[in-house]
């Protein structure tokens, strides 16, 4: 099994051009949150939805801002298609699934995440004011990801050649890049219940989608991202079994990914307890997202275990 | 039991008897139980478990590293004997870990089998009657229809009906009523869910218990038996005697490694033969993913090394042929490995003994004298050895590591250099005293591991049982559907008050909506064509509309 080098450089250059597509997706996020309307509630004395060109009637036809948004929707998803020829072409070149090794795994987390803002942008127009702050943190992993944990193609050692990696990882990749979208929800959710609630009067805040759909998106995409994650450690502690001997051992990352599991079970029932509705629970599941990043590099990188090898080389 | 305080002025003869300390101590036990298995507490034991679980993570656990505990130990010298004794370094075997998980164990069970038998009994018994103010409700509505109430209840029934509600009519005092559910699943699978957890728990610490493990180095044509004193290092659980194992012996014919081009490890497989001591073994293969199963005992390789093979001749002609021992990989990537070779019984002193420590190379290269290895795969094996004669120290009662020398016993000079080489297979290194080791070759030793764990199995049951009921807690939705009829005030027909209790998955306004939508076209559906303006309509109330 040897790699497909020019695949595997392709893949390379197709991860360069997803960032830049991003960027520029990041840019028309950007411009819908400067030139938007702002919601119902202060749209008197705002600024008439006037384009940059001024050449928009108010009120025929699209708003601007939607247009904006529009346009950043359509380059995500451009962005999307690019990112997932990525992990197409380096699998192709090593002849296997592409992830074996912390960077392909962090590129397939982003992707998920990429993947879930645009379904739920598709469904719920008035999510896509968030754009700008899901492809912002989302450009900043890659460029991240590229710098400090890009690994070259290569092929999977023996540990990893099993079925289970399909599914073990896979799930892992489903639930985490759901999370990272829950996540940034719920980060905007209290950020605009603090603008509200202060009558801020940032014109960024105030274009963000209601605080209400926000913590709606935020456990709609937990409770997703909650069983599939379950899945995921049950489907580990499956395939532990056949390789180290033993299903459950506390190995550092076993222990994360308990914690996170406990944090986020503890986020469904915090927005459903009297006393922990709204900030709390959104604390929570902020929390849930720190967990599970402190997961992937602290555990793969600072201290060493079992799942060592999925580390950087 | 109530006690009626007597008025105050009164001068009370008696004062009220004071419950018994008994009736006290059961009082409180019962506040303190019922907070115990209170939800909210259930959910902040878990957090703590998760808490407790984090120094376990960063600090180094004897469980998963012993050599990192004892560096550790070294590096803080103060720190760590302090830090022991709140067992921070065998976390998940402490007792306020273990604390923590009984309570949460308690917790659950009481908090669950109340809810069990509430929900079994909720199962039989029909819905609740409507509450008095329907639109006080979450979702409510108020439709008219020219129908007569029965007749409209019987609409708002069938189409309940349809939607699998289970539905019950009542005439109550503000008239007639109906009130109907559904979602029994939800709260099923809620119930499952947690109970699944305490089923997983137990099968935990069944495991923990019940189970052992044992790991030993083999090398290729050696074998071992499943017995305490035959394993390198060896963990049981406090239930468990010598005697409860189960009778089987392995014997390592040959192991291969594999390697991709770039000398990625691709896999490492060994032919064994296995069986109850004294019997005819059956042949297998296992390998990485892919261990030996055999009521419920399991065989794996964790991993692989060499052991280089030396013949001894002493100066009286004995020969000692093929003598090995496993040489430990320092290095995974060019399995360069350190060793040593103990041989106490060749003459007849004690201080005859003969002892090879050194370096193991697969494909070794000499760079500036300085032996190295430059791939896993042995291609031209080598070792740097250094032989000592003299006494070992094997019998001083204090244990010692087998792939090393006592090093105090060379400092002591009870052991003494007689020679160092490095040697390609064929060639030797002939001592003062005439002796001379020939490298021979190498074989290859494979690290296996026997575990026993009578709970997996029902983990894994639990487990799975566990998500099933995560899936329906979360996925089903439990509603309550109550609709009452009263006359309407002017133009007769009926007045048909509905509303909705939903409990789990949001957007119950939306899905209420449609629901009535959908009640108000079939109550249309069936009703008489709007009567004429000219010709008089029913009476009022008088409920004779026909169907
Ligand atoms: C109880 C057992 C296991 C648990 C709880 C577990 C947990 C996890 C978690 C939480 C992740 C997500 C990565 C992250 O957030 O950093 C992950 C990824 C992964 N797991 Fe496991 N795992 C288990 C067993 C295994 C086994 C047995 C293997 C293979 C021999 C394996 C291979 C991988 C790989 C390759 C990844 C993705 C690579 C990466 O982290 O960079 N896991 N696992």
């Known amino acids: 099994m040897s790699v ?37 509630r202060e749209l008197v004395g705002a600024a008439v939805g006037a384009g940059p060109d001024g050449t928009s009637i108010p009120g025929a036809g699209r708003a601007p801002s939607s247009r904006w948004g529009l346009i950043g929707l359509a380059l995500t998803a451009l962005g999307a ?78 540990a990893l050649r099993s079925s289970w990696l399909a599914v073990h990882v896979s799930s892992a990749i489903l639930g985490f890049g759901v999370f990272f979208v829950s996540g940034i929800a719920s980060v905007l959710y209290l950020l605009r219940v603090r603008h509200d ?16 759909t926000l913590d709606r998106v935020a456990h709609r995409t937990a409770v997703f991202g909650f069983p599939v994650w379950t899945f995921a450690v049950i489907a580990g502690a499956i395939w532990a079994e056949s390789a180290w001997g033993r299903f459950w051992g506390w190995d550092p990352k076993e222990t994360w990914a308990f914690i996170a599991w406990v944090v986020y079970a503890g986020y469904l029932h915090a927005r459903t307890t009297a006393g922990w509705r709204g900030r709390p629970a959104a604390w929570v599941n902020v929390v849930g997202l720190v967990v599970m990043v402190f997961n992937l590099l602290y555990v793969n990188m600072v201290s060493t275990g079992l799942h060592s090898y999925a580390g950087v080389s | 039991m109530t006690i009626t305080a007597p008025p105050r002025p009164a001068a009370a003869p008696q004062p009220p008897a004071r419950p018994s300390a008994g009736r006290r101590a059961l009082g409180l036990w ?47 010298p103060t720190l760590a004997p302090v830090l022991d004794r709140l067992y921070a370094f065998d976390v998940f075997s402490s007792p306020w870990f273990a604390a923590v998980y009984l309570l949460l164990f308690i917790s659950l069970i009481g908090c669950v089998v109340p809810r069990a038998v509430e929900h079994a009994r909720a199962l039989r018994a029909a819905p609740p009657p409507a509450p008095r103010r329907l639109l006080r409700l979450p979702d409510s509505a108020e439709l008219t229809t020219p129908l007569a109430g029965p007749a409209t209840l019987d609409v708002v029934e069938e189409e309940l009906r349809v939607r699998r509600f289970r539905v019950v009519r009542r005439s109550g005092r503000d008239g007639e009523e109906l009130s109907a559910e559904k979602g029994f699943w939800k709260e099923t699978g809620n119930l499952l869910f947690h109970l699944s957890l305490v089923a997983l728990l137990l099968g935990l610490a069944g495991g923990k218990l019940w189970g052992y493990e044992g790991s030993i180095l083999v090398t290729e044509g050696q074998g071992f038996c499943n017995s305490f004193q035959q394993y390198d290092t060896y963990s049981a659980g406090p239930l468990v005697e010598g005697s409860d194992l189960s009778p089987l012996c392995v014997d390592l014919e040959d192991f291969r490694a594999e390697y991709e ?10 032919d064994i033969t ?7 073994g059956r042949p297998t293969t296992i390998g990485v993913n892919d261990p030996l199963r055999i009521d419920g005992d399991r065989v794996y390789v964790t991993g692989h090394g060499y052991s280089p093979r030396f013949t001894v001749t002493l100066p009286d002609g004995t020969v000692f042929e093929d003598v090995s021992a496993p040489f430990l990989p320092a290095d995974q990537a060019t399995m360069s490995s350190e060793g040593a070779l103990k041989l106490p019984d060749l003459g007849a002193g004690v201080d005859d003994q003969l002892a090879i420590e050194g370096f193991f190379a697969p494909t070794g290269v000499l760079q500036g004298g300085i032996l190295t290895s430059i791939d896993p795969r042995a291609l031209a094996p080598q070792v740097a050895i250094i032989a000592y004669q003299g006494y070992l120290g094997l019998d001083s009662g204090l244990p010692q590591s087998v792939y090393s020398l006592d090093a105090s016993q060379i400092e002591r000079g009870s052991l003494s250099e007689v020679g160092r080489a490095n040697l390609a297979a064929g060639e030797s290194l002939t001592l003062p005293d005439g002796t001379t080791i020939t490298f021979t070759g190498v074989s290859q030793f494979a690290a296996l591991q026997f575990s026993h764990d009578p709970g997996q199995v029902w983990v894994l049951v639990s487990a799975i049982a566990l998500l099933v009921g995560l899936l329906a807690l979360l996925l089903l939705r439990r ?12 133009d007769g027909g009926t007045v048909l008050t509905v509303g909705s209790l939903t409990r789990g998955g949001g957007e119950s306004a939306t899905r209420f909506a449609e629901l009535t939508g959908e009640l108000r076209t079939a109550l249309a559906a069936r009703s008489p064509e709007p009567p004429a303006p000219s010709s008089g309509g029913a009476a009022p109330g008088s409920g004779g509309s026909p169907e």
């Open chain 1, 4 to 40: 497909d080098q020019s695949l595997a450089d392709l893949s390379d250059t197709l991860f360069s051009i997803s960032v830049a597509v991003y960027s520029v997706a990041v840019v028309a996020f950007s411009a819908q949150l400067a030139f938007g309307r702002r919601p119902a």
């Open chain 1, 81 to 158: 298609l690019v990112h997932a020829a990525v992990l197409v072409t380096r699998g192709m070149a090593a002849d296997r699934l592409p992830w074996g090794n912390m960077y392909e795994f962090a590129t397939a987390v982003v992707l998920v995440g990429v993947v879930s803002f645009v379904v739920l942008a598709v469904r719920v127009p008035g999510v896509r004011t968030m754009g700008a702050f899901v492809l912002a943190p989302v450009v900043l992993s890659l460029v991240a990801i590229g710098l400090f944990l890009y690994t070259e193609t290569g092929p999977l050692v023996a």
């Open chain 1, 197 to 212: 609630a202060t009558g801020g009067s940032s014109s960024v805040l105030s274009r963000l989608p209601a605080a209400a």
């Open chain 2, 30 to 76: 019962l506040r303190w139980w019922r907070r115990l298995t209170a939800m909210r507490t259930a959910i902040i034991l878990l957090f703590l478990l998760a808490l407790a679980a984090i120094p376990g993570s960063l600090l180094p656990q004897r469980t998963l590293n012993q050599n990192a505990v004892r560096q550790y130990f070294a590096e803080h």
């Open chain 2, 261 to 270: 081009e770039n000398l990625t490890a691709a896999s490492f497989t060994a």
């Open chain 2, 274 to 280: 296995y069986g109850a001591p004294g019997e005819e």
């Open chain 2, 479 to 490: 509603e309550r559907f109550f609709a009452r009829v009263g006359a309407a005030a002017e």
